[in-house]
């Protein structure tokens, strides 16, 4: 369903966008999600400002937007933090695809887990003049769209849009730069890394209990359990089952120090799974399968 004469939308202020219901509201920031389940809507103005915002528009019965599924999910994957947020816009073709629990079962066969509003009701479609699916809109921290496609791909062109919109954050030392590898640049775990990545630092000789985030934001590091965050460093508060340290990081390999006074041991694990042998260090050793 193309219409080659639909203008686009580069320049043009940004509307606001609501939802019949919306899925994931959990990753939303905290401030927005109560916004969306009492309201239903998003003003880009008022609730997004200071946020780079991919508008995906889709249908999961659609055979283009699945092309463009998997490629959505890796952008917010990569680039997930509190200066980005996509957010899907599920508009059905078809009446059957109104219904929200079958929008929800295709969100899960999809892995997908950014904020959607289901627009069964087509109104943020109207809103924007759609006339196909799917749509990609990426909306700048003032409110102006900046990048507009109809249909799938163009992938590349949209990733290197966002980084360009996203390159003032490298101020914070998280964000790599459009020429470099993207591999993730070093973390020096204390108060002040942990501020910039919003963890609450404990005082620096008490320790305080944490509990990771349901998702990391790539370039960022978590905590679990009883930990004391000093100026350079991070110390174990206290050992007990759920005591980790999550880092998400994007890379071939990784180097970590640490010492212990007394001695012990740390099982370390790369996507949730023992080193393979060849990742292994001097100082890692295998026992009983770990």
Not at 71 to 88: C, T
Request: proline share 6%; charged share 25%; with cysteine.
């Amino acid at each position: 369903m193309w219409n080659i004469f639909r203008s686009s939308f580069v320049g043009k202020r940004a509307r606001n966008i609501s939802g019949d219901s919306w899925l994931n509201v959990s990753s939303f920031p905290q401030r927005l999600r109560d916004i969306v389940v009492s309201n239903k809507e998003l003003r880009i103005d008022h609730d997004l400002g200071k946020m780079v915002v991919l508008l995906f528009f889709w249908d999961y019965g659609d055979p283009a937007s699945l092309q463009d599924v998997p490629h959505i999910r890796a952008l917010w994957e990569q680039y997930e933090g509190p200066n980005f947020l996509v957010i899907g816009i599920h508009t059905p073709q078809l009446e059957l695809a109104a219904d929200s629990d079958k929008v929800q079962a295709a969100v899960l066969r999809f892995d997908l887990d950014f904020p959607m509003a289901n627009d069964a009701s087509y109104a943020t479609w109207k809103r924007y003049d759609n006339t196909v699916w799917p749509r990609k809109i990426l909306i700048d921290t003032k409110g102006i769209i900046q990048y507009d496609h109809n249909g799938e791909g163009d992938i590349e062109a949209l990733e290197k849009k966002i980084r360009s919109l996203l390159e003032p954050a490298r101020d914070s030392k998280l964000f790599p730069a459009v020429e470099e590898s993207g591999n993730t640049p070093d973390i020096a775990f204390g108060s002040e890394s942990a501020r910039m990545q919003g963890i609450a630092a404990s005082p620096p000789t008490e320790p305080a209990q944490y509990h990771l985030q349901f998702k990391l934001p790539l370039h960022h590091y978590g905590l679990s359990g009883w930990w004391i965050i000093q100026e350079h460093q991070l110390v174990s508060g206290k050992l007990t089952d759920d005591q980790a340290c999550v880092v998400h990081f994007l890379g071939t390999g990784a180097v970590v120090g640490g010492r212990s006074e007394e001695g012990c041991s740390l099982e370390v694990l790369i996507n949730s799974k023992p080193l393979p042998e060849h990742m292994r260090g001097r100082d890692i050793v295998m026992q009983g399968g770990r």
